[in-house]
């Protein structure tokens, strides 16, 4: 079936440093891909999205291509901030027809530190 | 600000007793909406598909008759946990597409509903 596998965390990073968050897919068809963010005490948040291969999402200094040869969808950022730490959650959804819901990795939990 | 919004966010009643959750899209209508839940350290696993003005639809494993879902309008969807156990403590979270297809709309989620059951 579709799955999503993404590292395991905690990642615990210093400011300012560099973050990967690796995420790689199986899908039976051809998914659009999602990063969601959960910040503490709050719900899910897109963060990025690409819908076809090659294309780069991106938002907040974040990045992710997609990668079809390699079935990822890398997460990263250049210079993290504290304000950083969350639950990242990679996810992919199948372009069928009719509303089909995310299928989630288990989620990377990131933590910056001063 | 939150376009779903999730009621409670947090709940503790006794084992047996019922539990309702209610989900409403703010500011779009929603014919379907996604109930997940989440155990720690875990990814959300997708409970149900809930379908306005019909039945939803439940993954595999998924009983029907303890969690009701209840899609009565295009703006709110409920789910209820019945005879609630210990075993159901969880996280609860819905979303909702805003627009039509899932995977060209964006997806948002309500901020969740922490049930412990004692």
């Known amino acids: 079936g579709d799955s999503v596998t993404q590292m395991e965390g905690p990642v615990t990073l210093s400011e300012e440093a560099f973050l990967t968050i690796n995420c790689t897919y199986t899908a039976t068809g051809y998914p659009s891909l999602f990063w969601y963010v959960q910040y503490p005490g709050e719900g899910l948040q897109l963060l990025l999205k690409a819908t076809k291969a090659d294309d780069k999402g991106s938002n907040k200094g974040f990045e992710a291509t997609y990668r079809k040869e390699t079935t990822s969808f890398h997460l990263e950022k250049g210079s993290v901030q504290v304000s950083d730490s969350a639950v990242y959650f990679c996810?992919?959804?199948?372009?069928?027809?009719?509303?089909?819901?995310?299928?989630f990795g288990k989620g990377t939990r990131l933590s910056v530190i001063a | 600000g939150a376009v779903v919004s999730q009621h409670p966010s947090w709940v503790i009643c006794k084992s047996g007793t019922s539990v309702k959750i209610e989900c409403r899209s703010l500011?779009?209508?929603?014919?379907?909406m996604f109930w997940y839940r989440q155990f720690p350290k875990q990814s959300l696993m997708l409970m149900a598909t809930s379908n306005e003005g019909s039945k939803a639809t439940y993954e595999q494993g998924v009983e029907k008759d303890k969690f009701l879902i209840n899609h009565a309008s295009l703006t709110l969807s409920t789910l209820t946990v019945t005879s609630a156990h210990p075993e159901d403590s969880s996280f609860y979270i819905c979303?909702?597409?805003?627009?039509?297809?899932?995977?060209?709309?964006?997806?948002?989620f309500g901020n969740g509903t922490r049930l412990t059951v004692t």
């Open positions: 979303s909702a597409p805003r627009g039509g297809l899932v995977y060209n709309s964006p997806l948002h």
């Open positions: 996810a992919l959804s199948l372009q069928r027809s009719g509303n089909t819901p995310l299928v």
């Open positions: 500011d779009f209508q929603a014919t379907t």
